[in-house]
């Protein structure tokens, strides 16, 4: 008989794009929108105890929109990272095409 792991992750282990940008030295700006695009694309993935699990979530107990809305899993911060480099290339790309 196979063993199911769960994996616990508490509400703290999740990060803020505020958060995640200190922890990685990366500008917040680009982590909020790498997020937001995450968000809307419904991206998920699986855990290593093999459930579908969003990569990010909405906090859905922020008051305005200057708080931060989206909560990064503590799994997939590579997946967050990846979608970083993609909206630096995007915005290369939109700078040079400006320049032109």
Known sequence: MTENKKEIFTKADFLTPSKFSK???IPSKLVALAAS?????????????GNLTPVVVKNRSTHNST??????HPAFHS???????TQKRLEAKKA???EK
């Open 79 to 85: 997946i967050v990272l990846k979608e970083i480099e």
């Open 67 to 72: 708080s931060s809305q989206y909560q990064i």
């Open 23 to 25: 922890k990685y030295n």
């Open 37 to 49: 695009v995450l968000y809307k694309k419904n991206t998920s993935a699986k855990t290593k105890s």
């Open 96 to 98: 040079k095409g400006a």
